[in-house]
T-cell receptor
Framework: AQKITQTQPGMFVQEKEAVTLDCTYD???????LFWYKQPSSGEMIFLIY??????QNATEGRYSLNFQKARKSANLVISASQLGDSAMYFC???????????????FGKGTKLTVNP | SQTIHQWPATLVQPVGSPLSLECTVE??????LYWYRQAAGRGLQLLFY??????ISSEVPQNLSASRPQDRQFILSSKKLLLSDSGFYLC????????????FGPGTRLTVT
């Protein structure tokens, strides 16, 4: 079974600085995908970035980059030049399998609350 | 472009009352649809999954049920709510197998009193 671990319940960063949010995963699959979502106080889950297990380069999307270290089974999210609007919960997730039917689902970590200070 | 709606946005219901939460998707056909629950300060727990009309898979045994009467409509229901059903309910969709990102709706915050 797939498992996601986010060990930082909360993180603080100064505006305009970079911050790294940690994520480790466990899976026996050879092919898998890793995701990061942002959840602001409004509650909506916003997709940020995706990394496939066979992707040779780290994924990047604007100020977001994913530091993928396959041997360590880690997929840390790096946010550069933090903005006040980045304050939110951040969830790491990976593609897993349903208990019925073999269809796919997302397995989520417990999240990290990021606070950006002015 | 695709959009996903959830109704209502917030709901306060007494224990033992029924529940119906609605999720609709626009701009796509035959999506895979998901219901998640998020307890306060916790991650997301997958409740139900549907690959098509009338096809529902349940991930965890519980007091809730789901139905998909139309291609782009997904409904979460309960006959009698429990206090433990309180939480934030999120609906999500994907374009089909070979899952890449899921897109989430705005959520429904349910408080059972």
């Amino acid at each position: 079974a797939q498992k996601i671990t986010q060990t930082q319940p909360g993180m603080f960063v100064q505006e305009k600085e970079a911050v790294t949010l940690d994520c480790t995963y466990d899976t026996s699959d050879q092919s898998y995908g890793l995701f990061w979502y942002k959840q602001p106080s409004s509650g909506e889950m916003i997709f940020l970035i995706y990394q496939g297990s066979y992707d040779e380069q780290n994924a990047t999307e604007g100020r977001y980059s994913l530091n993928f270290q396959k041997a360590r089974k880690s997929a840390n999210l790096v946010i550069s030049a933090s903005q006040l609007g980045d304050s939110a919960m951040y969830f790491c997730a990976m593609r897993g399998h349903m208990t019925q039917g073999g269809s796919e689902k997302l397995v989520f970590g417990k999240g990290t609350k990021l606070t950006v200070n002015p | 472009s695709q959009t996903i709606h959830q109704w209502p946005a917030t709901l306060v219901q007494p224990v033992g009352s029924p529940l119906s939460l609605e999720c609709t998707v626009e701009g796509t056909s035959n999506p895979n649809l998901y219901w998640y629950r998020q307890a306060a300060g916790r991650g997301l727990q997958l409740l139900f999954y549907s690959v098509g009309i009338g096809q529902i898979s349940s991930e965890v045994p519980q007091n809730l049920s789901a139905s998909r009467p139309q291609d782009r409509q997904f409904i979460l229901s309960s006959k009698k709510l429990l206090l433990s059903d309180s939480g934030f309910y999120l609906c999500a969709w994907t374009a089909g197998p070979g899952l890449l990102e899921q897109y989430f709706g705005p959520g429904t915050r349910l408080t059972v009193t």
